[in-house]
């Protein structure tokens, strides 16, 4: 039943539900890292790495789609890691560890 309803979302879709599709992986990363120096102590230096973070997201043809975000310089590095599914017409539904879509403003990264 669930198979069928994938099917069916698909065709409406973009038409190519019986072609095989092929999921895209996406890995990437960012550091934040920041180097101090203070001439009051006689130029010393520190190095500090607040944030690492690494993501991998997987998409399957726009229906499914995985995503897993860890920042490795944290004590709890666990930051985002969800799947969702379209439904089609503009609806899906998220499951997992995600920041709640309140404002677009608490949504925006400081990285970007």
């Known amino acids: ?10 065709q409406e ?3 190519a539900a019986d072609e095989p599709s092929r999921p895209e992986l ?12 203070s001439s009051a102590e006689e130029y010393a230096r520190t190095f500090s790495l607040p944030a690492a973070r690494l993501s ?3 998409r399957i043809k726009g229906l ?3 995503s897993v975000e860890a920042d490795v310089a ?9 799947v969702e599914l379209k439904l089609g017409a503009g ?3 998220r499951a997992g560890r995600f920041k ?7 949504l925006t990264s400081t990285w970007r």
């Open 91 to 93: 609806a899906s539904v």
């Open 56 to 58: 991998l997201d997987a």
């Open 26 to 37: 996406s890995l990437g990363g960012r550091i934040f890292a920041r180097l101090e120096s």
């Open 100 to 106: 709640t879509p309140f404002s677009r403003r608490e």
């Open 13 to 15: 879709g973009d038409g």
């Open 64 to 66: 499914l789609r995985a």
């Open 1 to 10: 039943m669930i198979g069928e309803f994938l099917k069916t979302v698909a």
């Open 74 to 82: 944290d004590a709890q590095p666990l930051k985002d890691a969800f």
